[in-house]
Structure formats: structure tokens, C-alpha cells
Antibody, heavy 118, light 107 residues
Framework: QVQLVQSGAEVKKPGASVKVSCKAS????????VTWVRQAPGQGLEWMGW????????KYSQNLQARVTLTTDTSTSTAYMELTSLTSDDTAVYFC???????????WGQGTLVTVSS | DIQMTQSPSSLSASVGDRVTITCRAS??????LNWYQHKPGKAPKLLIF???NLYSGVPSRFSGSGSGTDFTLTISNLQPEDFVTYYC?????????FGQGTKLEIK
């Protein structure tokens, strides 16, 4: 079965960077994309960006484009999301999700809580 | 960017009721509209894709309709586990965007 397993919770200081991993199994990794979504406390879902596991093509939210980088390692079927220059507004649960190719997300990771606090 | 507006933001209903949630896009997205269910502390779950297609394993009491700019999610015969939050999401063009969510509460 399809599984996306994310790395564990992180606590970071303002100005630092965080890198969250998302290891995929149960499907052919390079045949799909990976989308990243976050949810801040008490807020809705925010689409952050997408990466093609086939060729590394990326799309980013304009709000985050300057600070977020999505990458993949096809040898380990793992996707990564790195966010720099963290502020308290980046405190959120970060999710990876498999993009079926039609732009909908049919399998999700369990979420990774990133807390930014001094 | 395409803006997605859901209404209502919250909705009270009873077990067994039928409810409808609306999602409006700021421009035509043809049928590229998806619906998710999100329970607290869990990953979102895909319910409906491309406006009206029920995702595998999702109960048939969930249905979606619409095209262009206006879409609806209907839940019939509400069950206790349905009282959570629902989001629409457009997949017409990047950046893909979500609606702000509709919280379904027990009356």
C-alpha cells in the first residue's frame, strides 16, 4: 500500500532553517509528483508547492517562493522541503502528499510539526 | 492566483441530515475542483476529485457537483464521524489553492 512517512517534529529558533523529509513506498516514486501543504494553528490548509519526482520540475506558492526549496532523492524515494528564515508565522504542521498528476492529493504523510520559538 | 471561497465557514447539523457546502472560484476552473475531509490531528483525506468523482473507499453519501466557478459538496445522512472540517482545492493551474474550510458541527 502507498505510504508517505515524514520526519519527526522540529523546534527551531527564528531565522533558522528546517528541512522535512517524506519517504515514499508502495508505488513507483518517479511516476508521481509530491505536493507540500501546511496548516498553522487554528488556520486552514495552505498549498506550499509541488515537485515532479520524474524530472525535478517545481512550482511554488508566491508567498513562500523566496524561502522554500523542494527536492527529491529518487534513489531513496524521498522528497524534501526546506524552509529558510523561519519566523513564528511558520509554526505549523507540514504535510507531504502524493500528487496523482491530476492535481489532487490521494495519499498523505502523517504531518510534521515545526515550531519556531525563541 | 485563483482564489477559492467556501461557504459557509461553519455549519450546524444533526446526525441523519443532508448538508451542502459551496465553493466558488475567482475564475473558471472547468471541473478541476477537489474536496478533502480533515480531522484534527490527522492528514486530510481526498473525498471527491475533478468535481464529481468519488475517490476509492469514500462512502456514497458524499457527492460533488459543479463546473466553471461554482461547486458543491453534499453529504447525505450525516454520520457522527462526518462532523469535521472540509476543504475545496482547485487544480486548474498552479499555484493550487484551497478554500478556507467549512467546519461541520453537531447541532
Amino acid at each position: 500500500q502507498v505510504q508517505l512517512v515524514q520526519s519527526g517534529a522540529e523546534v527551531k529558533k527564528p531565522g533558522a532553517s528546517v528541512k522535512v523529509s517524506c519517504k515514499a513506498s508502495g508505488y513507483t516514486f518517479i511516476n508521481y509528483g509530491v505536493t507540500w501543504v501546511r496548516q498553522a494553528p487554528g488556520q486552514g490548509l495552505e498549498w506550499m508547492g509541488w515537485i515532479s519526482a520524474h524530472n525535478g520540475d517545481t512550482k511554488y506558492s508566491q508567498n513562500l517562493q523566496a524561502r522554500v526549496t523542494l527536492t527529491t532523492d529518487t534513489s531513496t524515494s524521498t522528497a524534501y522541503m526546506e524552509l529558510t528564515s523561519l519566523t513564528s508565522d511558520d509554526t505549523a504542521v507540514y504535510f507531504c502528499a502524493r500528487d496523482d498528476g491530476g492535481g489532487y492529493f490521494d495519499d498523505w504523510g502523517q504531518g510534521t510539526l515545526v515550531t519556531v520559538s525563541s | 492566483d485563483i482564489q477559492m471561497t467556501q461557504s459557509p465557514s461553519s455549519l450546524s447539523a444533526s446526525v441523519g441530515d443532508r448538508v451542502t457546502i459551496t465553493c466558488r472560484a475567482s475564475q473558471s476552473i472547468t471541473s478541476y475542483l477537489n474536496w478533502y475531509q480533515h480531522k484534527p490531528g490527522k492528514a486530510p483525506k481526498l473525498l471527491i476529485f475533478v468535481a464529481s468523482n468519488l475517490y476509492s473507499g469514500v462512502p456514497s453519501r458524499f457527492s460533488g457537483s459543479g463546473s466553471g466557478t461554482d461547486f458543491t459538496l453534499t453529504i447525505s445522512n450525516l454520520q457522527p464521524e462526518d462532523f469535521v472540517t472540509y476543504y475545496c482545492q482547485q487544480s486548474y493551474s498552479h499555484p493550487y489553492t484551497f478554500g478556507q474550510g467549512t467546519k461541520l458541527e453537531i447541532k
